[in-house]
């Protein structure tokens, strides 16, 4: 059983930029493909960026290409989400996910993490 813990979200004005993290536990983060994914109130949970075992791949939703990046430190068994120009339309609960295995790109997720919460203001 992997336990995924996300930090980092906060009220940000718009332009500014924040860094979530996602720390693992339970298991090793290298045997996971790791994504991002967040819940704007009223709206369905949609991806935002996920990345391979070795992490020299990874896949962008097109509303966040540019402007954010995701990282993982296997070592520390940490994913990061870098998040630069944040606009307001990017207000959500952002959740750390995990899918066993090297497959690519992501299918499914086997484990979620709680969620932080990331608000922009205009």
């Known amino acids: 059983q992997v336990q995924l813990v996300e930090s980092g979200g906060e009220l940000v004005q718009a332009g500014g930029s924040l860094r979530l993290s996602c720390a693992a536990s339970?298991?090793?983060?290298?045997?996971?493909?790791m994504g991002w994914f967040r819940q704007a109130p009223g709206k369905e949970r949609e991806i935002v960026a996920t990345i391979n075992w070795s992490g020299d791949r990874t896949l962008y939703a097109d509303s966040v290409k540019g402007r954010f990046t995701i990282s993982r430190a296997n070592a520390q068994n940490t994913v990061y989400l870098e998040m630069n120009g944040l606009k307001p339309e990017d207000t959500a609960v952002y959740y750390c996910a995990a899918k066993y295995g090297t497959t690519w790109p992501m299918y499914g997720v086997d484990y979620w993490g709680q969620g932080t919460q990331v608000t922009v203001s205009s």
């Open positions: 339970g298991g090793s983060s290298s045997n996971y493909v």
